[in-house]
């Protein structure tokens, strides 16, 4: 059973550029969670997604982050007209259903805006 | 009052040691807790469930006090393997404490 899969696993954008991070959550799990964690910082929630749906997405920022779950394949976390202030390690989480606090960690995206 | 609130330590013990971190939260209503462990720049992995009740693992005992509003974890018999950044959640609100960084030394 494989685990949640990120990628890429580094991403190197210039300032205004486009980021697209990908999440494919374990098996039978079809709950998603992105988190952003700046160096020494902690983890920030961002937003929580079921198939199709957001269900929380009170921290996101109200600017160039969106997040969607389609039906078909995987989470995507998309960040608009990077700024440096955006280098962060992205990780995508998932868990099973009901089960919130239980929640299986991708490997993460470490995005470097310059 | 942040949400969720951590000694960000660093805790530094010898090998043997006993050593225990505080999580205090804020939303009173909050239910589901648990703790998680960070290694450096590595994704973090569920350690524990917080029950009410209190719950052991081994060496590690997860326990809960509603009235003062904080989650503890204790770690017994340290080993170096157990150097990492331990992380609070409070799973209602999907809060994330920002960590407590323990280092055992030899």
């Known amino acids: 059973n494989a685990g949640v899969m990120q990628n890429p696993r580094h991403l190197v954008r210039r300032r205004g550029q486009e980021a697209r991070l990908r999440c494919s959550p374990m098996?039978?799990?079809?709950?998603v969670y992105w988190y952003r964690q700046l160096p020494e910082e902690g983890l920030k929630f961002m937003v929580y997604?079921?198939?199709?749906?957001?269900?929380?997405e009170s921290g996101m920022p109200k600017e160039r982050f969106s997040a969607e779950f389609p039906k078909e394949g995987p989470s995507i976390l998309r960040i608009q007209q990077v700024v440096r202030g955006d280098s962060a390690a992205y990780f995508c989480?998932?868990?099973?259903?009901?089960?919130?606090?239980?929640?299986?960690f991708g490997p993460g995206t470490r995005l470097t805006v310059t | 009052r942040k949400e969720v609130e951590q000694d960000p330590g660093p805790f530094n013990v010898p090998e043997g040691a006993t050593v225990a971190f505080n999580c205090t939260y804020s939303?009173?209503?909050?239910?589901?807790f648990f703790w998680y462990r960070q290694d450096c720049r590595k994704e973090p992995k569920l350690l524990m469930s917080?029950?009410?009740s209190g719950n052991e693992d081994g060496r590690f005992t997860a326990q809960l006090n509603r009235a003062s509003q904080y989650i503890s974890l204790l770690i017994r018999d340290s080993k170096l393997s157990d150097s990492a950044t331990y992380l609070c959640?409070?799973?209602?609100?999907?809060?994330f404490g920002a960590g407590t960084r323990l280092t055992v030394k030899p």
């Open positions: 997604l079921q198939k199709e749906n957001i269900i929380d």
């Open positions: 939303n009173s209503a909050s239910q589901s």
């Open positions: 959640v409070v799973s209602d609100d999907m809060r």
């Open positions: 989480a998932s868990s099973p259903p009901y089960r919130r606090g239980e929640q299986y």
């Open positions: 917080v029950y009410s």
């Open positions: 098996k039978g799990h079809s709950h």
